[in-house]
């Protein structure tokens, strides 16, 4: 039975905007996203006291002749979102030169004051974007008829014909002679391409153009607000959206796209279950969106888009600093690092494969605007490069980590350079890699731009490639014509919508949603030490998981938002075969924490479980050492012990300030497996753990499997030690928190 008009596979922009639209005109929408939080690209992470922007440094334009500007008018955006204006386009720093691109008539004017020689073909560059404009706008929505005019495109709109055969490249090497200058047009190239010459010159105007007659401008407290915003859209006007939700097929009945089979993303035991509409929405790599599809719609679908190639992927250092950076001179909010090697446009591409301590990078300092991204004193920054996922996709995860910190050390250190003490400050770092882009996204090559926008995959030539050989089956993402970036998915969201809204004979159904069994109630909270609370919620139905992992859980009202996420990863105290889900957390002023501490019993929230393979491994006798909170994934394994009757050594060795601060304190010392020993290290009277320490209460260490959990620097040391000792890297198991 079929009961919604659209279902979206994904939640990211492209999806969202297609969603909301739809809802607006009264139409039932449901977004399966496999993620737990909705937005792909447009979210955020909380580390610390830091939101982290995961995606968005600026989005272009939003000036009066924006093409987006009515669809954001459309959606009320601006109303329900603050957008801030960034203060300049960009600062380049290379070696000893620096130079700040204005937006605007003031970069027309500063660029020809400053290169009076080129004064010429900085006009003929304005003017080339102005001209494009125009004629876009004049340019016929139905692709119809712009297919029966194709052939009087150069008469007719001579600047678009002209521009999609060349790359920005060619064009720009032809038009200007001063290396500098060229270099200050394009320092954003990363935002696009890693490379001009295989960059349509169109699609490098018209968003350069963007930028330069608008400006750039940041979402306030985060891109995930644009997301958010979006979802609550959706939800108002009667949709749904569904997170932890991994769409695994399009169903198809005579070549037509009549719903979705799926299943939760973490609880992989709850069947598939499947849902009708009477169109599907594909938020999604269309490379992946092939695999879904049954023969022989998924041949045609890798036929029509087999010659396409994804564009590079980028890595990010997300930082967290002590202090409000503008103090130590970093004023400008966009700072482009180049490399000194680069001499012309043509060494860009093998800029981006050279080596970390060269390679040309942005440093997005946040603090510049109102970002809201961290507490007042306080600065949340990010390093993002271009990237390649073939570099990182063969290693271990051994090597996958080593050479994560060895990249972000070196990119650290040369931002050191730039801003010398800034590396005093820093609270906090994480790298996202092109191999964490596709774990979240899943997009092939790890890439955030969808298919690179060269000549042969832009504009009409892509348009042609990418229409779905499905009926009612649409493609909205970076994927599809429009591009990536935060305009490419809301252009692309439009588009699809109202060609939909258009073409689709809609039907009409009786109100209703899809239960979702993870939403429980609070039982109980009960303060079980020293700023320590112990949440008891109902199990979600079908739930199973193994002692030591953990959830997610996720608020629906929280009372307070304010520099925060609505959700955390949290471990399961309870075991696998209780009726409740128990939960202990420390108590602080974040403002998740505080939400937490309002709840009244009934209240309900969302569990994303299970997650982690922090667990029990069958190997001789075990040691457990942990610190502080990160106790509670033990209280479940030893009680796992005990049902498996286990008769090896079991030593836990528990760090904690006091025995007042220490959770679980008395269950610890009554627990009953034979040969059991409880070490409790109350550190503020006695002496941290240590290599000595472990040396004599601990005999059995070399035939033990070892588990190790609390913060990075407890981790970190007792592995160190463990090592020094002899014990094999593969016989310990390790979760550290920040």
């Not at 939080?37 to 440094?57: N, P, Q, S, W, Y």
């Not at 020689?117 to 001209?131: A, G, M, Q, R, V």
């Not at 696998?576 to 009244?600: C, E, G, H, V, Y």
């Amino acid at each position: 039975m079929k009961t919604y008009n659209s279902i979206i596979i994904g939640s990211g922009l492209g999806g969202l905007t297609a969603g909301a639209l739809l809802a607006l005109w009264g139409k039932k929408v449901l977004v399966l996203e496999q993620h737990y939080i909705a937005g792909g690209c447009a979210t955020a992470f909380k580390r610390k006291d830091f939101l982290m922007e995961v995606g968005l440094h600026e989005i272009d334009g939003l000036h009066e002749q924006d093409f987006k500007r009515p669809i954001m008018e459309l959606l009320g955006l601006f109303n329900g979102v603050e957008f801030i204006k960034i203060p300049e386009l960009y600062h380049i720093r290379k070696g000893g030169f620096s130079y700040v691109l204005p937006e605007g008539k003031q970069a027309k004017e500063q660029l020809i004051r400053d290169f009076p020689k080129e004064e010429k073909s900085i006009n003929d560059f304005f003017f080339t974007i102005e001209k494009l404009y125009k004629e876009m706008h004049q340019m016929p929505r139905s692709k119809w008829f712009r297919r029966l005019i194709h052939p009087l495109m150069p008469l007719l709109y001579p600047t678009i014909a002209r521009t999609s055969r060349l790359t920005a490249g060619e064009w720009l090497d032809k038009h200007f002679k001063d290396e500098r200058l060229k270099t200050i047009l394009t320092a954003n190239m990363c935002y696009y391409t890693d490379d001009p010459f295989n960059l349509s010159l169109m699609y490098f105007l018209v968003a350069q153009g963007s930028y330069l007659n608008g400006g750039g401008h940041f979402v306030k407290g985060g891109s995930q607000a644009l997301s958010h915003y979006l979802v609550h859209l959706i939800e108002q006007h009667g949709g749904q959206v569904l997170t932890g939700k991994y769409a695994k097929e399009i169903l198809i009945e005579n070549n037509r796209a009549v719903g979705v089979a799926y299943q939760d993303t973490f609880n992989r035991t709850i069947p598939m279950e499947k849902v009708y509409a009477d169109t599907v929405i594909a938020n999604a790599a269309q490379p992946n969106v092939a695999q879904m599809l049954p023969e022989p719609q998924c041949s045609a679908l890798q036929k029509r888009i087999g010659e396409l190639r994804p564009a590079c992927s980028l890595l990010s250092v997300y930082l967290g600093f002590n202090i409000d950076l503008r103090d130590l001179g970093v004023t400008h909010y966009s700072n482009v690092i180049l490399n000194k090697a680069l001499k012309s446009l043509k060494d860009m591409k093998d800029d981006a494969h050279s080596p970390w301590s060269e390679r040309s990078f942005t440093f997005v300092n946040y603090g510049v605007i109102d970002a809201q991204l961290c507490p007042q004193g306080k600065s949340f920054g990010v390093i993002c490069t271009t990237d390649y996922l073939a570099d990182w996709e063969e290693l271990d995860n051994k090597d996958y980590q080593k050479q994560k910190e060895e990249v972000a050390r070196t990119l650290l250190n040369r931002l050191e350079k730039e801003y010398p003490t800034i590396l005093n400050y820093l609270e906090y770092y994480e790298v996202a890699t092109p191999k964490t882009i596709h774990r979240y996204t899943l997009n092939p090559a790890g890439t955030a731009y969808g298919y690179v926008q060269s000549i042969g995959q832009t504009g009409p030539s892509r348009e042609k490639k990418t229409t779905s050989p499905v009926r009612n089956l649409y493609f909205s993402s970076a994927w599809a014509p429009s591009g990536g970036g935060y305009s490419g998915a809301i252009y692309s969201g439009f588009f699809t919508a109202k060609a939909m809204n258009k073409a689709v004979k809609w039907c009409s159904y009786t109100p209703a949603k899809i239960e979702d069994t993870r939403k429980v109630s609070l039982l109980s909270k009960e303060i079980i030490a020293d700023n320590t609370l112990l949440l008891t919620f109902e199990k979600p139905k079908g739930l199973t998981y193994k002692a030591g992992q953990y959830a997610i859980l996720q608020l629906h009202t929280p009372q307070y938002t304010h520099l925060d996420m609505p959700l955390r990863p949290l471990s399961m105290v309870s075991h696998p075969s209780q009726d409740t889900l128990k939960f202990a957390m420390r108590i602080s002023n974040s403002a998740f924490k505080r939400s937490i501490m309002d709840m009244s019993v009934g209240d309900q929230a969302t569990i994303f479980a299970p997650m982690g393979d922090f667990t029990l491994r069958n190997k001789g006798h075990v040691v457990f050492f942990a610190a502080g909170i990160g106790i509670t994934p033990i209280v479940s394994m030893l009680k796992e012990l005990e049902l498996q009757h286990f008769i090896g050594h079991v030593t836990l060795c528990y760090s904690c300030k006091n025995e007042s601060a220490a959770a679980f304190h008395k269950d610890l010392k009554q627990c009953s497996l034979p040969n059991y020993t409880y070490l409790p290290v109350f550190t503020q009277t006695q002496k941290r753990i240590d290599k000595t320490y472990i040396s004599k209460h601990i005999p059995y260490l070399l035939d033990s499997q070892c588990y190790i959990i609390g913060t990075h620097s407890f981790v970190k040391e007792i592995e160190t030690i463990l090592l020094e000792q002899g014990i094999q890297r593969e016989a310990i198991v390790k979760d550290d928190f920040n």
